[in-house]
């Protein structure tokens, strides 16, 4: 009997190794499609409209989903900015970067950028 339990013993630490390292493999392929997103000072990005899951009364469905454009200001650590506005007002609390995503320009974009000062100017920090 004791042969038998020294068996099942090893048999139960095979399963075990074959469960973890099904895991990992689990892992390694959802770990390839996964990109980080970083950003630099200076750099412009749309910001998620907080809370989720709400709506601007009048808008249902077609309310936005992204704010913004808004200029990273300061980066402080492990994924969470600051951010700045148009006006050059500087956002108190800090925002993850999960929550954030590049701003590239439309036309109608441009035509305001071509506009409106303070844009230019913020997007003559970001070339430098």
């Known amino acids: 009997m ?3 339990l020294e068996g099942l013993d ?28 970083s950003f630099e000072e200076g750099e412009i990005v749309w910001k998620t409209v907080f809370p989720l899951g709400t709506h601007i009364a009048g808008h249902g ?14 980066i402080l650590g ?12 500087v956002h108190a609390a800090p925002i993850n970067g999960k929550w954030l995503k590049k701003f590239y320009p439309i036309m109608w974009d ?12 913020e997007q003559n920090k970001t070339v430098i």
């Not at 095979?14 to 996964?34: E, P």
């Not at 469905?61 to 300061?74: A, D, R």
């Not at 492990?78 to 007002?89: E, F, K, T």
């Open 2 to 4: 004791l042969l038998e």
């Open 10 to 37: 090893a048999s139960r630490i095979d399963t075990l190794n074959k469960l973890l390292a099904g895991k990992q493999a689990v892992s390694r392929a959802y770990n390839k499609r996964v990109r980080n997103k």
């Open 61 to 74: 469905k077609w309310s936005p989903t992204w704010e913004g454009p808004f200029i990273i200001k300061q």
């Open 78 to 89: 492990m994924g969470v900015y600051r951010l700045q506005d148009r006006d050059g007002d």
């Open 110 to 121: 441009s035509q305001a950028v071509q506009t409106d000062p303070g844009i230019e100017g």
